[in-house]
C-alpha cells in the first residue's frame, strides 16, 4: 500500500498499472479450507469426546473414540471433497468440449457471440468485432476467452480432485488430533483437551479473519464459542443417554 502511494507522486506522465497480487484473494485460496476443514475435524472430534465423557466413559474409551472420530472423520472428509470437485470438473471439461465443437463447427458464429458479450460491456460494435476478431487469431487462446468470457473458467486451471481431497484429509485429522493429544500423552481428565481445542479454535477463527476482514479476536471468540456450544450440547447428550443406559 505505501509503494502505491510513494509511485503516484514520482511519474504523473504514464498512468500505474497495479501490481497484479494488489487485490486480497477473495476466494480465500488455501487458507480458506484448509482452515475450515481444521475447525470441522476440531470441533467433531472434540465434541465426540465429550460426549463420550459425559456418558462417564473410561479415557481408553476416550482415548479410542477419538482416534476412531479422526481416521472416520478426515476419510469422509477426503471421499466428499474428492466427489465434489471431480464432478463440478467433469461438467467443466463437458462443457469445454462442447465449447471446443461449436467453435470448430461454426467459426463465425462463435466470433460474433464473443464480439456480442463485449458489446453487452459496453464496448463500440465494430471494435468489439476487432477485438473479438484478434482473440480468435490463436487457437489456444480461443478456447481460452470463450471458456472465460461464457463459462467463468480458465481451462488451464481447473481444481484437482486428488488436491483437495487429500488436503482436506490432512486439515481435518490435524484439528481432530488436536483434543486427543493430552489422552495420547496421559491425561485422564477432559480439561486438558477441552483447553487444547478452545486455543484451537481461536486460532482458527483468528487465522479466518485474514480472509474475512473481521478483527483477528471477534473471529476468534465467535469460532470458540460456537465449538465450546457444540461440545457442551454433546456433553449434556452424552449424559443423558450415559445415564439412562448405564
Ligand atoms: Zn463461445
Known amino acids: ?60 474409551t476416550v482415548v479410542l473414540t477419538g482416534l476412531a472420530g479422526l481416521a472416520a472423520g478426515a476419510f469422509s472428509m477426503a471421499v466428499g471433497e474428492y466427489t465434489s470437485v471431480a464432478s463440478q470438473r467433469e461438467l467443466v471439461e463437458a462443457e469445454l468440449e462442447a465449447e471446443r465443437i461449436e467453435l470448430r463447427r461454426n467459426p463465425q458464429g462463435e466470433l460474433a457471440e464473443l464480439a456480442q458479450l463485449y458489446v453487452a460491456k459496453g464496448v463500440d460494435p465494430e471494435l468489439a468485432m476487432e477485438v473479438a476478431r484478434q482473440l480468435s487469431a490463436d487457437p489456444d487462446t480461443l478456447l481460452a476467452v470463450h471458456a472465460r468470457e461464457e463459462l467463468g473458467v480458465d481451462p488451464e486451471d481447473l481444481p484437482s480432485p486428488l488436491v483437495a481431497a487429500v488436503s482436506s484429509f490432512g486439515c481435518f485429522a490435524l484439528g481432530a488430533l488436536l483434543p486427543v493429544l493430552p489422552y495420547l500423552l496421559g491425561a485422564t481428565m477432559l480439561w486438558p483437551a477441552a483447553l487444547l481445542a478452545m486455543l484451537g479454535l481461536f486460532g482458527c477463527g483468528a487465522a479466518v479473519a485474514r480472509v474475512t476482514a473481521r478483527t483477528w479476536w471477534f473471529s476468534g471468540l465467535r469460532q470458540l464459542s460456537l465449538g465450546a456450544a457444540a461440545a457442551a450440547v454433546t456433553f449434556l447428550l452424552g449424559r443423558l443417554i450415559g445415564g439412562a443406559i448405564g
Do not use: C, K, Y
Open 1 to 60: 500500500m505505501s509503494a502505491v502511494i510513494a509511485d503516484q507522486h514520482t511519474d504523473n506522465s504514464q498512468p500505474r498499472i497495479p501490481a497484479a497480487d494488489h487485490h486480497r484473494d477473495v476466494n480465500g485460496g488455501w487458507l480458506r479450507p484448509a482452515v475450515f476443514g481444521a475447525v470441522d475435524g476440531l470441533v467433531s472430534n472434540f465434541a465426540l469426546m465429550t460426549g463420550v465423557v459425559g456418558g462417564a466413559a473410561e479415557p481408553s
